[in-house]
Each structure stands twice: as structure tokens, then as C-alpha cells.
């Protein structure tokens, strides 16, 4: 989606290693948001943020690290990553929470730990 | 907190009939609901939303979905399917999250096949 950018697209790491995925708006929406997206499970919240500086748990927020020192980016990274983390992540983000056209998507980041 | 359950994982329907994808929710305070749809290897894509007003909400590609206060629902619905609208859909509720914010809920997401 055009103003929200996800990178890698893909990315095989080993266990163990930390790997960061990046996401990048140029709305400058206020709320950012990392889910995983699991068969059986539909999608996650890892992490949110409601302002740069401003990060709060989601419901899956184990093994999982996020900043915002910038209100366009939001990076995640899995400090040591572990095959339970092979999935698909996707960054979303939102103005006025709930309004205008609700929450916008990156393309996602395909993972796989081996 | 918040919740939202999309009881079947997929639903099939013929070309050209009426198609219905059900969507359940918990919220506490007036709900914002969202139907979102998303293409194989694509990210999601916004379809329509309830805030407030009208209770049946029109969206993109001639979808619409009907808002029930009385048994929480906001089922999604296109009066005839296209094979082209075979994806993956999914329903969200906007709750307060523990800290404060309005953060969204989605459902497990409902595989809508349309058969030729």
C-alpha cells in the first residue's frame, strides 16, 4: 500500500538470531501497529503505539522489541528468534483511531526461523 | 476487553448468488466495527466501517454490511458474488485498550471462495 512500507518483503534467519523488520508511513499517523498473522489464528496484535516515544504490549508481546524514536517508523525486532516466530508480520497505521479510513496495512514481512 | 468472532472459517457460494459473511462482536461503549479484505500474498484492505448512523454501511467493490445493536452483529454482504471476490476476509471492533488507547480486535478471518 502506497505511504506504508514494510521491508524485508521476505527474510530466513536461524534460530537465535536477532533480525529486525522495519515499517515506514508517510502520513504521519499517530498509531502504529505490529500483528503476526498465523493459520487458525487470524491476526495478532504484538505491539502498538500510540505517539513516537509512546509503545504498549499487545496480546502476543513475548520475544518481541519495539521503538518509535520517529513518528513515521516503527521497527520490530525479535531479539533471539525462535521457530514459533515464523510468520507473517504486518505494520498498520491510523490517524484519528477509528476514523476517516480506519487502519492501513503494509504489505507484510514473511518470516521464517530455521 | 474486546472481542470479535467470524464463526466460519469459509464460506462458499455460486457466481452471480447473494453472499453473507458473519461477523459477532464484544466491545464495551459504542462499537466501531470494520470488515477488511485481503488478497493472497497482499496485505489488508480497508472495505467499509460503522460508527455511527445508517445501520446497513456500503463499502468498496459493491459490499455492504448490516449493523445489529440487538445481537451485536455486523455481518458482511454483496447482493451478487464474483469469482474475483474469492480472499480472505476479516472482521475488527476498535475497544480501549488497558493503557488507554483505541486499539483494533480481528476476528480469525473467514475464507470467501465464489465457484465459477
Known amino acids: 500500500d502506497a505511504g506504508i512500507t514494510q521491508s524485508p518483503r521476505y527474510k530466513i534467519t536461524e534460530t537465535g538470531r536477532q533480525v529486525t523488520l522495519m515499517c515506514h508511513q508517510t502520513?504521519?499517523?499517530?498509531?502504529m501497529f505490529w500483528y503476526r498473522q498465523d493459520l487458525g489464528h487470524g491476526l495478532r496484535l504484538i505491539y502498538y503505539?500510540?505517539?513516537?516515544?509512546?509503545?504498549d504490549k499487545g496480546e502476543v508481546p513475548d520475544g518481541y522489541v519495539v521503538s518509535r524514536s520517529k513518528t513515521e517508523n516503527f521497527p520490530l525486532t525479535l531479539e533471539s528468534a525462535t521457530r514459533s516466530q515464523t510468520s507473517v508480520y504486518f505494520c498498520?497505521?491510523?490517524?484519528?483511531?477509528?476514523?476517516?479510513?480506519?487502519?492501513?496495512f503494509g504489505s507484510g514481512t514473511r518470516l521464517t526461523v530455521v | 476487553a474486546q472481542s470479535v468472532a467470524q464463526p466460519e472459517d469459509q464460506v462458499n457460494v455460486a457466481e452471480g448468488n447473494p453472499l453473507t459473511v458473519k461477523c459477532t462482536y464484544s466491545?464495551?461503549?459504542?462499537?466501531?466495527l470494520f470488515w477488511y479484505v485481503q488478497y493472497p500474498n497482499r496485505g489488508l484492505q480497508f472495505l467499509l466501517k460503522?460508527?455511527?448512523?445508517?445501520?446497513l454501511v456500503k463499502g468498496s467493490y459493491g459490499f455492504e454490511a448490516e449493523f445489529n445493536k440487538s445481537q451485536t452483529s455486523f455481518h458482511l454482504k454483496k447482493p451478487s458474488a464474483l469469482v474475483s471476490d474469492s480472499a480472505l476476509y476479516f472482521c475488527?471492533?476498535?475497544?480501549?485498550?488497558?493503557?488507554?488507547?483505541?486499539?483494533?480486535?480481528f476476528g480469525r478471518g473467514t475464507s470467501l471462495i465464489v465457484h465459477p
Open positions: 498498520a497505521s491510523s490517524g484519528v483511531v477509528g476514523a476517516n479510513y480506519g487502519y492501513t
Open positions: 502520513w504521519s499517523h499517530s498509531y
Open positions: 503505539s500510540a505517539a513516537a516515544d509512546i509503545t
Open positions: 466491545v464495551s461503549g459504542n462499537p466501531y
Open positions: 460503522y460508527i455511527t448512523g445508517d445501520n
Open positions: 475488527a471492533v476498535r475497544g480501549l485498550a488497558s493503557g488507554g488507547s483505541y486499539i483494533p480486535t
